[in-house]
């Protein structure tokens, strides 16, 4: 299988090309040439074939032949090798549970599905490859866990001082070896622009290998949709298929939930929950695109003000603004509302979520009272512990610290110091020991 650049469709890689190079000229995403439809007998059957045996059909006509099938077998065992449970919650809401792998949160699987393939392409190079990754958080402890050791690949990741939490930024700081960690005094934005500039530098690509492991790679976008196969095989009331409700920032995570739908997956609805930054919520009412420049929230991995896999969205549904408005809604949460929905999940249903989390339940809920007879899901994008302050202040409970998590604890962080600044970024990028 082929993809497509989006912003010149001319362009047409396959999946090493398009894991290695990330983007595409003009700064396009790329997009599968075409969608596979997997029969509806395997769909019915879900229950009795393994997950591995479903993370493969589901991602083998992406990969073709970039990578043999024994490769890609063992590669997308190991992307799911946790649990991923379906948990109910009450009478017509359950939970898909995507943080019960190493660093806690669901870019867990993007991002082990990516180093992975990278690693296998990197045993076929004669130079070394640098990932840089900017984070808000999340995403840079899934990438350092998922690359740590991986030969041939080198890790270097952007974040900003102060502004990740205690977890985030131990999980992204003390694993060593491969990973290095760079603590930007200044903002996401500042770290995100720094990554951008490196690859219009002419000079610097010539002298490193360099790519990038953001959240547009279809190796960490096309991964995702095996959890929400895996959702349906533990859906038990077949005949009602579920309401989505997706957590959603940069909205890579609910494009491949909408790309599992257009496989033949099953479900009734999406629900592209969204906090403050309310740019899709508008759109869908609008019918106006306007990005805004990103507010803070308690659900800081969703604070984007122009969510970059948006476009792979209108894609799918071929721009046409309808048949989107038809399976996909979109709803606003503020943070008031969001610790209430922590709180009276925690109260009335036993159940601790993440303000993420949080988000997700309110958005379904909301749609569920306004529909009745429907049932749905709602993702649970992290666990709870990434953000106890938040938490327990709305549940009034200490939360239940993990192993993984206590043992972070007693490891020392361990980053270098870099200002906003190119120059200097580059510098160190040119002069680091390799
Ligand atoms: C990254 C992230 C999101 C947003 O996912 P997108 O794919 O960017 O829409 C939601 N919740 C958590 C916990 C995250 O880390």
Not at 6 to 9: A, Q, R, S, T
Not at 380 to 384: D, G, K
């Given at each position: 299988m082929l993809f497509y650049n989006?912003?010149?469709?001319s362009e047409k890689v396959d999946f090493k090309t398009a894991t290695i190079q990330g983007l595409g000229s003009e700064k396009g995403l790329f997009f599968p040439e075409r969608i596979p439809v997997f029969p509806v007998s395997w769909i019915a059957d879900l229950e009795n074939i393994s997950n591995e045996e479903i993370a493969w059909v589901v991602m083998k006509d992406y990969v073709g032949h970039s990578i043999p099938e024994k490769m890609l077998r063992q590669i997308v065992a190991e992307t799911i090798d946790f649990d991923i449970p379906l948990v109910r919650v009450s009478e017509n809401i359950s939970t898909l549970e995507l943080f019960h792998g190493p660093t806690l949160a669901f870019k867990d699987v993007g991002a082990r599905f990516m180093s992975r393939c990278l690693g296998y392409f990197m045993q076929h190079q004669d130079r070394p490859i640098t990932v840089l990754v900017a984070t808000s958080g999340d995403t840079g402890g899934a990438v350092a866990s998922g690359f740590l050791g991986v030969e041939g690949v080198e890790v270097v990741i952007l974040y900003p001082s102060g502004k990740v939490s205690a977890v985030q930024e131990l999980q992204l700081t003390t694993p060593g070896q491969n990973i290095t960690a760079l603590e930007v005094n200044g903002s996401f934005d500042d770290c995100q622009t720094l990554v951008k500039q490196v690859f219009s530098d002419p000079e610097l690509n010539e002298k490193i290998f360099l790519t990038s492991a953001n959240s547009i790679n279809v190796a960490r976008w096309l991964p995702q949709q095996i959890y929400y196969f895996l959702a349906w095989k533990q859906w038990k009331n077949k005949s009602k298929p579920p309401v989505i409700s997706v957590p959603s920032g940069n909205f890579g995570n609910i494009c491949a939930g909408l790309l599992a739908y257009h496989s033949g997956l099953p479900v009734n609805h999406f629900i592209a929950a969204c906090n403050v930054n309310a740019v899709v919520p508008a759109f869908l009412k609008t019918g106006i695109y306007q990005p805004v420049k990103a507010k803070p929230s308690l659900?800081?991995?969703?604070?984007?003000?122009?969510?970059?896999n948006f476009v792979r969205v209108m894609a799918l549904f071929n721009a046409q603004f309808e048949p989107l408005k038809k399976m996909m809604s979109s709803e606003s949460i503020t943070d008031e509302e969001t610790g209430d929905a922590i709180k009276t999940l925690y109260s009335e249903y036993g159940y601790a979520a993440d303000p993420h989390g949080a988000v997700g339940w309110l958005a379904l809920s909301r749609w569920l009272k306004s529909h009745p007879g429907q049932e749905g899901i709602f993702l649970?994008?992290?666990?709870?512990v990434k953000f106890p302050e938040i938490v327990e202040k709305f549940t009034g409970k200490p939360i239940d610290v993990p192993v993984a998590v206590q043992e972070l604890f007693v490891k020392k962080k361990n980053s270098f110091r870099i200002p906003a600044d190119y120059e200097d970024f580059k510098n160190y990028l040119l002069n680091r020991k390799r």
């Open positions: 989006l912003n010149k469709p659900s800081n991995a969703m604070d984007v003000g122009d969510p970059s649970e994008t992290a666990h709870p």
